[in-house]
């Protein structure tokens, strides 16, 4: 399956036929809502394209649906009756899965990117993929009746640190995890029962924060993102995902910083992951296995100790100078920092401005935004969702009869 990017559709393209047009119609408004949230039927209207009595007639659609609900617009004071608000339904939603080297984590996210709930199951060593699915069939068993009575899920993502084959949904390599040539989905799916979709955890990262987070309507974007398992990237050119042959475009952690390094988990040496590392961090803070969520206070906590910002700049100084390089290769509007990343950024952001402006060619980073993510800890699992969203989002009436009531 490939992987999606939400918000591409082109509204009010009239395919070869009523059905075709009609079905590209459904995608555009649904995939509207999904991406910019509850809209009124006029301002559907006026950013289609379409006229008011179509908007009506796919608004009243995708209701039957179950995919979308409205409610009265507030009074506005102005002459004539308010239109009526469109909501997308979130309680359509997915099972977003992902595994870490310290972790599991399992999330119920909705049309709208909205993250119903989120479990981080600790693991004492690297999860194995049998530990991997029996961990997220026994979350998935304990919320079995939440499920069925409260949601209807359309499938699951999984965002994996590493080389997924697209297409296939085959972990080829995931160096930290020592996964290698796993068939995830088909394991997955003989233990959940649902659809499973995978990809690279980054490039669902990337797809989140274009979709709702820090690049929303950027069409030349590059995400880094950084988990206890390394550093990846995803790149969006021309509003396009670059996915490579294979699917494996993209792998930024592996790009060479320093030829007399540390040894990476993927056999080079002195990857941008080994020189920029949570670990190497946490070690200097004298702690370990914290969650992303808890980077930011422990930095501002110590950051005044000469050591710790010692090491915070050290990485900054290695992480800016491959921000100049990836800067200079793919010319993006905006950088997206997400993870332990965006912690650092935060820590001494001038450090890393300063650090990208000289190593960037003939000076193109000073044009370039760099950004912390803005989704934060759930960036990867809204990405994941996007996965077991995708099918829904491009052709909606093939969901069928609604099985759940809307909020």
Known sequence: MPLPLAGTTTPASVGNSNDQSRRHNLSAILSMLHRDGPQSRATLTRKSGLNRSTIAALVLELGSLGLVFETEAADSGSVGRPSPVVHPNSRIAAIAVNPDVDSV??????????????????????PSVQETVEVVGEIVAGMRSELTSDFRILGVGVAVPGLVESGSSRVILAPHLEWRDVALAEKMEQVLGYPVHVANDASLGAIAESTFGAGRRVKNLVYLNGSPSGIGGGVIAEGSLIRGARGFASELGHTLVNSTGIRCHCGKTGCLETEVSLDALLAVIGTHGIGLDDVDALLDARIGDP????????????LGTAIGSFISVFDPEAFVLGGFLSSLFRANPDRLLDRVRVSSFVGLGADVRIERAQLGSQVLMIGAAELALADTLANPAAIGAPAVSRE
Request: hydrophobic share 60%; charged share 20%; proline share 0%.
């Open 307 to 318: 050591v710790v910002l010692a090491e915070v700049n050290r990485q900054l100084d290695v």
């Open 105 to 126: 984590m399992v999330a119920i996210v909705g049309l709208g990117g909205v993250v119903h709930r989120r479990i981080r199951f600790s693991t004492a060593a690297v």
